[in-house]
């Protein structure tokens, strides 16, 4: 089998613990990464972004659960290098988005992956970005 990358946006990773429009397809891919059918790829601010939002928005409780089980789901998570800050601020750039949302972009281009966003305010014109629910 061919390895497919896929990059989750933290838009994505929210709705991972939630109910929510999307919720369903944002667990398809996180199930299909623990079949082996993929991988996914995230970079160190998505796991941030993810945990804070869920602290905020269901509490601690769930928020632990969810590092727990992200970590546990053997999620790749690349750190934040020179190269992927320099390519975030040219998507940022590019995009008129924000820093946050560029960096999950800037994944999906060095690694030659799949973008996976639920915002397609920020993530719309990226060229074959997969948008889930909103």
């Known amino acids: 089998m061919t390895e497919r990358l896929v990059v989750l946006?933290?838009?994505?990773g929210v709705k991972l613990f939630r109910t929510e429009s999307g919720s369903v397809g944002?667990?398809?891919?996180?199930?299909?990464?623990?079949?082996?059918?993929?991988?996914?790829?995230?970079d160190t601010l998505f796991m941030y972004e993810v945990?804070?939002?869920?602290?905020?928005?269901?509490?601690?409780?769930?928020?632990?659960?969810?590092?727990?089980?992200l970590s546990d789901a053997g999620v790749v998570v690349l750190p934040l290098t020179d190269a992927l800050m320099r390519a975030a601020i040219n998507v940022r750039a590019r995009l008129g988005c924000s820093l946050y949302d560029a960096t999950s972009v800037a994944v999906a281009e060095l690694a030659g992956a799949t973008l996976?966003?639920?915002?397609?305010?920020?993530?719309?014109?990226?060229?074959?970005?997969?948008i889930i629910g909103e």
């Open 116 to 130: 996976y966003s639920a915002d397609s305010r920020a993530h719309g014109t990226v060229p074959g970005a997969v």
């Open 51 to 69: 945990v804070a939002a869920l602290c905020a928005r269901e509490g601690e409780h769930v928020a632990r659960a969810a590092w727990e089980a």
């Open 26 to 42: 944002a667990r398809a891919v996180l199930d299909a990464h623990g079949a082996g059918e993929l991988t996914v790829v995230v």
């Open 9 to 12: 946006d933290a838009s994505v």
